[in-house]
């Protein structure tokens, strides 16, 4: 059954992603999104480089949906706008399935020729709202396992999502995809502790803390201590592990998705790389990739590709 939208104009969104008063041509729909996927992320280029030119619509389509639903959570700047404007986006998603000819905004014009054509079930799509929706009311985490529980829905539906577009839609495959994304999402919350906190958030596990001697102080003043080190090099090998566990998965999907997928994987523990390097401070100074590193990872995907 049809869900009745909240607001169908994303009324209080930022003015770029308001519903247009006219439902717009599958051209027009998967043009806007492609312009938001190659302007709001410079590597997406370089992200969908190895892909069969045919998918690249999609993700592209798929991109501009979790771009779009992440705005609506992180950029409004008002907690309960931001709750009733991603109701109204998961609203919109209900109708893209259940009433697809009604689907006015871009986005889901467009989403629904993709879930079309590549058979996706609703559900990752509605898994990520219930991340974006969660980082407007809980701030903290106590364990590593809750965490975990956030990833399951704010990282390991994009990697599903992946997987059912390339048409590798099969159980072994999610779980080791899952792998791969709770590594990258823990791997950039590592990175950006003391730009979460300025958020309001802390996302390192409030049992890790206490286990290492670590305060919420110590990061509100940006500390940097002995106990911060452990703590976080302790994270840094367990996300290792993460992307080891999943790691298999480049063998057993087609070379196209192997490369895109390896990058994700040599990009994850690049990050990690860059927090060893810097003493796993990531407190004083946020950790990136150089350009030559990103260089390096892209032409490793390619010689994956070629030699696969």
Known sequence: MSTHLIDDALTG?????????VRPTLAEAQAWCKELAET??????????????KLRPHFQVIYAYCRVADDLGDEVGDAALSTALLQSWRAMLDECYDAPERSRHPVFVALAETVRECAIP????????????RDQTKTRYESIAELEDYARYSANPVGRL???TAGANDPRLFALSDKVCTGLQLANLWQDVAEDFAAG???????????????????????YTREYRAMMKHLVEYTRALFAAGKPICKLVDSDVAATLALFITGGEAILDAIAR????????????????????????LWGKVFA
């Open 13 to 21: 969104a930022p003015e770029a992603y308001r519903t247009p008063a």
């Open 40 to 53: 709001h992320y410079e590597n997406f280029h370089v992200a969908t480089w190895f892909l069969p030119a």
């Open 122 to 133: 609703r559900e990752p799509f509605a898994d990520l709202l219930v991340a974006f929706t």
């Open 162 to 164: 992946v997987l059912y």
């Open 201 to 223: 958030r802390i996302y390192i596990p409030a049992e890790e803390m206490r286990r290492f001697g670590v305060d919420e102080q110590d990061i509100k003043t940006q500390r």
């Open 278 to 301: 810097q003493e796993y401070n990531t407190l004083e100074r946020r950790p990136f990739l150089s350009k030559t590193t990103k260089v390096r990872l892209l032409a490793k995907a």
